[in-house]
Each structure stands twice: as C-alpha cells, then as structure tokens.
C-alpha cells in the first residue's frame, strides 16, 4: 500500500513540473543577469514644416544681352569719354607692312627647336622687349560675354577679338568684317583693371614690358596733379611692336613661322582676318587711359 502512495505522489510531481516548464516566462521570471531593454521612443525636435515647390516646365535661360551680337557693336573705334587722346605728342609708327618676323613675339628666343631662335639676327626690334605670362582663349565665356581683366603693375595687356566693348578705352568692331585688337601697356606702379570688358569671341594676354625708363612725369604737390609727362620712343616702340606681333597672329598664317600661332575663327570672314581694327593705349601715372595710335589694318598675310 505504501508502495502505490509512493508511485502516484512521484508521477504528480513529475507531471507538475513538466507543466510549469511550458509556462511562458514574464518579466519577473528573467535571471538577474539578464538586461530588459524597453523599446520606448526617443523624443524628437519639432520639425520644420517644408512647403514643395513646384518643378520648373523647362530650364531658365538668360535673356542674351546687348553686346553679345557684333551687330551691336558700332562699326570702327568708338571712344569711351574718359579716354585720353595724346596722339599728337606720341609719334606711334603705323603696323609693318611685312609682318612675317613680327610672327615672332619680341622677348630672347633660346630654343633651338624654336623656329624664331634661327631669326633673331633679323629681329627688327632688336633685343628683348617683352616676356609672356600667360592668356586665355574664348575670354569672357558666360553669355554676356562681359568679365573683369586686371592690369598689372609694368605690364602689356592685349585683346583681340570679332568685337570689344573695354570701359575707359571704347568699343570697337571691324567696318569690312576683320577682327579688332587693343593693346594697353601700363607705365604705372599701380595695377589697375577693366571692370565689365566685353570679349566677342576672342582672347586676352599679359606679361613684362622690360624697360620703361623713358616714360616719365612729375608730380605736382601744390595742384595735386601729376605734370610734365614725357612719353619716351622706346617704350612706343615696345608697344608698336607688340601690336604688330598681335596683328601677325590674328591673320591667317597657312606657311608662316609657326602655322600654329594663328588665332582662326575670330573674323566674320571665311579666309579670317584680312584686315584688323587696332587700338594702342598706355595706362598713366593718374590711372587714366591715354590713346597713342589706332587705325584699320590692311595688308598681306604674313608667309615665310
């Protein structure tokens, strides 16, 4: 009898702990070493509220300005109201009628593999005039075709182009559809700038102008004004040099020097530049833009 009481209270035993083994555990029944992450919200700033905008139909484009068309541009040299004429106290030669050696630019040639070195014998010019700093093609190239050049302290600055509109100096375009040039050479200590130059399809450069002694004035503490200006010849020379440098490689060279050095497709013409548009001014002492030359050239294309 003792036997069978033993046997069922150790069956209702086992059984029961069987049953409480598939209880689901609670929060309370977690071992001690054990960690209850609660997964409550983490509070966030209040957000702006963003309006869309709606998507544009099509992309915007700017109205093209005035001075983009060279139609707009008056035929010839049309003079800025500051600029200063002294023409008459400047004796600027007129362009080279051969233009061949001017394909050459006016500084030492040392290269042997530079077909200007085996020339310099010939060089008009003479020594050295001018070193090269650098330039840019396709100046001015957003659509307004309008950007700031600065002009620096003892440099020569060039532009050439189908059109230029250069605040201080005027605007200029070819009347027999040729390119036009200005060269600005500074006598000054003082950089200056162009501020809102128009480049129609052309470029700009800059560099050294070695000797400038010659160009002098005086200043005058009394009227506050600067006076006796003296504007050497051979600084003019340096500039007429340059200039003609310029107008040999705005024509169309097929068997020049250097076939390279051409600057095609800045003529409204289909052979290019027959004939170029040229202004010659220096930047003086007070800042202001004195004219010593302009004129139209016309001539042959520079060969061998």
């Not at 997964?39 to 983009?68: F, G, W, Y």
């Not at 070695?210 to 600084?235: A, F, L, Q, R, V």
């Not at 040229?278 to 061998?304: A, C, E």
Request: net charge neutral.
């Amino acid at each position: 009898m003792k036997k069978i009481l033993f046997t069922i209270v150790l069956l209702f035993t086992l059984t029961g702990c069987n049953l409480f083994s598939k209880t689901p555990l609670n929060a309370t029944s977690v071992p001690p070493t054990q960690v209850v992450v609660q997964n409550t919200p983490i509070p966030q700033a209040a957000q702006p509220t963003v309006t869309p905008t709606k998507a544009p139909t099509s992309i915007p484009t700017l109205a093209p300005t005035a001075a983009q068309p060279v139609d707009a541009f008056k035929p010839g040299f049309v003079r800025d109201p500051k600029l200063v004429d002294i023409t008459s106290k400047v004796d600027l030669r007129a362009p080279a009628s051969d233009l061949t050696l001017y394909q050459c630019f006016p500084s030492d040639h040392t290269d042997p593999k530079d077909p200007c070195t085996a020339l310099k014998a010939k060089f008009p010019w003479g020594k050295p005039r001018a070193g090269y700093n650098f330039g840019y093609n396709d100046a001015c190239r957003d659509q307004s075709r309008s950007c700031n050049v600065q002009i620096g302290t003892w440099k020569w600055v060039v532009f050439t182009g189908e059109a230029l509109d250069l605040p201080g100096i005027g605007s200029l375009r070819d009347p027999d559809g040729g390119a036009v040039q200005v060269l600005i050479v500074n006598t000054w200590e003082m950089p200056g700038e162009i501020v809102g130059g128009t480049i129609l399809h052309g470029f700009w450069a800059t560099g050294d102008v070695w000797n400038m002694s010659d160009m002098t004035t005086k200043w005058n503490e009394t009227t506050k004004s600067y006076e006796n200006d003296k504007y050497g010849s051979y600084t003019t020379e340096t500039a007429a040099t340059l200039r003609d440098h310029y107008l040999a490689r705005q024509t169309h060279v097929t068997d020049g020097i250097d076939p390279n050095m051409s600057f095609r497709g800045q003529c409204s013409l289909a052979d290019n530049c027959k004939t170029i548009t040229w202004v010659t001014v220096l930047r003086w002492y007070d800042g202001s833009f004195r004219l010593i030359g302009s004129g139209q050239w016309v001539g042959v294309n520079p060969t061998k």
